[in-house]
């Protein structure tokens, strides 16, 4: 079996539990059972006049994957989170310059790869990393010093802007405030896309009134 037959999550054969028509139209990273624990679900949030689409809620698989992929370095994951919106993203797409959220440089140095460009790197869109941290925060801390951290970047010096319409990317709107910062710094970018979204973004997070019941969730899905 060659590497690419096996799921880049749990090692099985990718055609295992696949049907005959997944196999013959799409080419998959993963197995059909990751894959349904890992099926997109679109939605759009509004911070201001941003609007932020995202794909997966960052929780179950999704966020162990994507925390394998940053933290153990495990490249391998790289494509499997944009590959089913890969040729529809592309083409609402084109003719945007994607701007990424930037990472410090000590977790960009300890990983070996900067991490936004890469997750979006299959897209084949031009990339401009045009946005800087401004200082090396540490992640930790409560989270206001996490979102106070997050806003701490600032518009590259020796770099020119690029014309046009400019696309914020990042890997999950957490707090909102990098992508805040970001679009005071770049008031031209209207929009952005992320790959997970946090709960707290998202209608269907139960309030403590409503823990039984159906979530609502469809409200927040749209078709990309
Ligand atoms: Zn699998």
């Not at 990472?103 to 990983?111: G, N």
Request: hydrophobic share 40%; proline share 6%; net charge positive.
């Amino acid at each position: 079996m060659r590497p690419d037959d096996r799921c880049r999550w749990c090692g099985g054969p990718v055609a295992q539990g696949a049907s005959l028509i997944d196999l013959l139209c799409t080419e998959d990273l993963l197995c059909a059972a990751c894959r349904h624990q890992l099926t997109p679900k679109p939605c759009t949030v509004m911070l201001g006049t941003l609007r932020i689409r995202g794909f997966y809620g960052y929780e179950g698989l999704f966020r162990s994957m994507l925390l394998q992929y940053k933290e153990c370095m495990d490249e391998a994951l790289q494509d499997v989170f944009l590959l089913p919106l890969a040729r529809r993203l592309r083409r609402q797409l084109r003719h945007a310059v994607l701007i990424p959220m930037p990472s410090s440089t000590l977790k960009r140095r300890q990983r070996g790869f900067d991490t936004v460009p890469s997750l979006f790197s299959m897209l084949h869109l031009p990339i401009a990393q045009v946005l800087e941290k401004s200082g090396e925060m540490l992640q930790s801390g409560n989270a206001a010093q996490r979102r106070h951290n997050a806003a701490q970047i600032r518009l590259k010096a020796d770099v020119s802007l690029p014309a046009g319409r400019l696309v914020l990317i990042d890997d999950v709107l957490t707090t909102g405030a990098t992508l805040q910062a970001a679009a005071a710094l770049l008031p031209q970018a209207k929009e952005a896309v992320v790959l997970g979204v946090n709960q707290r973004w998202l209608p269907s997070r139960p309030s403590v009134f409503q823990q039984i019941g159906e979530r609502g969730r469809n409200k927040t899905k749209e078709k990309i």
